[in-house]
Structure formats: structure tokens, C-alpha cells
């Protein structure tokens, strides 16, 4: 570490849970963020802003100005962009000694493992559940820890699924998937703009802590939060043996 890294993390440095080792263990870390919204603005900013040493951002959208509310990563002059290349302009611009990877894409089943495959570990801050159910799988087929957070309206929740160490994976805790009416998103239902912020800083505070061994992360637990009244809860979940996806009777992968 140069004279401009022990600086630039001096206050990392000296805590106990992270100090040298945590720093380099931040520095060697692969983490993809799926998503570049609202979630993943906090998250990849934080994550940046802490040395992580690769990021990658898989995301096939445009910056459009009803994200700016809530998607701290842009800027009015974003707007027409593509989330990607102003993701990555945001965090070298906050943090060049970080390597940031993107990927305008949008996960599907035939990219999944591929751009799944080339990390450590997977946050998930996407909009639809096709989506995470995919990205469950693929993360329980490939032993890659999950960071998984969701917000509506004025509610947040988030875990970590590590279904290879023990603890359940997304599916063992959501194994139906919701009506569409109750899957709305937030274009359809709304969502207050601070909201996001205070779940995807949450999954960077999850991922710093998964990366550097500092204290329990959420795996086995589900981080529920209520904006309106001011109100937190965490409940404990279990893997469950019939899981469809992760469980013994799960086809074989
Ligand atoms: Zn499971």
C-alpha cells in the first residue's frame, strides 16, 4: 500500500475489524452488482469509496430523469446515457485505483453463468423476479454468496444467502413467487427517493463485512425495514432440505 492508500484509508486502517489485512482482503475482492438504480448507487458508491478492488455493474438501461430522485450515481447531464458508462465515469471519478467492469446487459439464463462466474460475490438490486430467481440460482449453482436487497414504496428489506456455508438461499426463504400485482415496480407503485439509499448502503455495509470477516453479516437473518414509521425488524430463516433450488431434493447441478 502507497503513501496516498494508507491516507485515502486511514480511517479504515485503524479500526480492529478491518485495519491492513481487511484493507487487502477489500483490494483483492471481486464484487457485480446487478442493477445500477437505486440500490446499486449507494452500493457501488460505498463500495468504490472503500477500496474494493474490482466492480462490475451489469446493466442495460439509460439514465432517464425520473431515476435521478433516487439514483444518486447520475447527473442531470446522465439523462440519455447509458447506466453503465456513467456508473463507471461516477466511481473511477471518486476512486481511479479501482477497477470497474461493466456490462450492458441484461441477465438472462443463456449470460448468467458467465458474468455471474467471473466474481466473488453478487448483490442484487434488481427490479423484476425473474430476474432474482435467476440470479439465486445461478449463485447457489456456482457457491457464490448473494447480497440480495428489494424496496417498495416505503419499505426495504435484504439479506445475505450463502447457501454453500449452511445458511438458506433466496428461494428457501421466498419459494413462491408473488402475484404480479404484489411484484409491482417502482415506475408502477412509486418509491421515496431516501429509501434506497438506506437499503443499498446496508448491502455495502453487508458486502464490507462478508469481504473482511468484521462482525455477523445477515446470513440466516432477513433485514426488514419500515421508512414510514421509523421501524426495523430482523427475523432468523432457515435453509429448508426441499428447497427447490438449493435443498436435497433439488434437481442435480
Ligand atoms: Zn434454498
Given at each position: 500500500?502507497?503513501?496516498?492508500?494508507?491516507?485515502?484509508?486511514?480511517?479504515?486502517?485503524?479500526?480492529?475489524?478491518?485495519?491492513?489485512?481487511?484493507?487487502?482482503?477489500?483490494?483483492?475482492?471481486?464484487?457485480?452488482?446487478?442493477?445500477?438504480?437505486?440500490?446499486?448507487?449507494?452500493?457501488?458508491?460505498?463500495?468504490?469509496?472503500?477500496?474494493?478492488?474490482?466492480?462490475?455493474?451489469?446493466?442495460?438501461?439509460?439514465?432517464?430523469?425520473?431515476?435521478?430522485?433516487?439514483?444518486?450515481?447520475?447527473?442531470?447531464?446522465?439523462?440519455?446515457?447509458?447506466?453503465?458508462?456513467?456508473?463507471?465515469?461516477?466511481?473511477?471519478?471518486?476512486?481511479?485505483?479501482?477497477?470497474?467492469?461493466?456490462?450492458?446487459?441484461?441477465?438472462?439464463?443463456?449470460?448468467?453463468?458467465?458474468?455471474?462466474?467471473?466474481?466473488?460475490?453478487?448483490?442484487?438490486?434488481?427490479?423484476?423476479?425473474?430476474?432474482?430467481?435467476?440470479?439465486?440460482?445461478?449463485?447457489?449453482?456456482?457457491?457464490?454468496?448473494?447480497?440480495?436487497?428489494?424496496?417498495?414504496?416505503?419499505?426495504?428489506?435484504?439479506?445475505?444467502?450463502?447457501p454453500?456455508?449452511g445458511?438458506p438461499?433466496?428461494?428457501c426463504?421466498?419459494?413462491?413467487?408473488?402475484?404480479?400485482?404484489?411484484?409491482?415496480?417502482?415506475?408502477?407503485?412509486?418509491?421515496?427517493?431516501?429509501?434506497?439509499?438506506?437499503?443499498?448502503?446496508?448491502?455495502?455495509?453487508?458486502?464490507?463485512?462478508?469481504?473482511?470477516?468484521?462482525?455477523?453479516?445477515?446470513?440466516?437473518?432477513?433485514?426488514?425495514?419500515?421508512?414510514?414509521?421509523?421501524?426495523?425488524?430482523?427475523?432468523?430463516?432457515a435453509k429448508r432440505d426441499d428447497c427447490g433450488v438449493c435443498g436435497q431434493t433439488a434437481?442435480?447441478?
Amino acid at each position: 500500500m502507497n503513501d496516498t492508500d494508507l491516507e485515502r484509508y486511514a480511517r479504515h486502517l485503524i479500526l480492529r475489524e478491518i485495519g491492513g489485512p481487511g484493507q487487502a482482503k477489500l483490494r483483492k475482492a471481486r464484487v457485480l452488482s446487478i442493477g445500477a438504480g437505486g440500490l446499486g448507487s449507494p452500493l457501488l458508491l460505498y463500495l468504490a469509496a472503500a477500496g474494493v478492488g474490482t466492480l462490475g455493474i451489469a446493466d442495460d438501461d439509460a439514465v432517464s430523469l425520473s431515476n435521478l430522485q433516487r439514483q444518486v450515481l447520475f447527473k442531470t447531464q446522465s439523462v440519455g446515457g447509458t447506466k453503465v458508462d456513467a456508473a463507471k465515469n461516477a466511481l473511477v471519478a471518486l476512486n481511479d485505483g479501482v477497477s470497474v467492469e461493466t456490462h450492458a446487459r441484461r441477465i438472462d439464463s443463456g449470460n448468467a453463468e458467465e458474468i455471474l462466474g467471473g466474481y466473488d460475490l453478487v448483490c442484487d438490486g434488481s427490479d423484476n423476479f425473474d430476474t432474482r430467481y435467476l440470479i439465486n440460482q445461478t449463485c447457489v449453482r456456482l457457491g457464490l454468496p448473494l447480497v440480495a436487497g428489494a424496496i417498495g414504496q416505503w419499505d426495504g428489506q435484504l439479506s445475505v444467502y450463502a447457501p454453500h456455508q449452511g445458511a438458506p438461499c433466496y428461494a428457501c426463504v421466498f419459494p413462491e413467487r408473488p402475484e404480479a400485482d404484489a411484484a409491482a415496480t417502482c415506475a408502477e407503485a412509486g418509491v421515496v427517493g431516501a429509501l434506497p439509499g438506506i437499503v443499498g448502503s446496508m448491502m455495502a455495509m453487508e458486502v464490507i463485512k462478508h469481504i473482511t470477516g468484521a462482525g455477523e453479516t445477515l446470513s440466516g437473518r432477513l433485514w426488514l425495514y419500515d421508512a414510514l414509521y421509523a421501524e426495523a425488524r430482523t427475523l432468523k430463516i432457515a435453509k429448508r432440505d426441499d428447497c427447490g433450488v438449493c435443498g436435497q431434493t433439488a434437481p442435480a447441478i
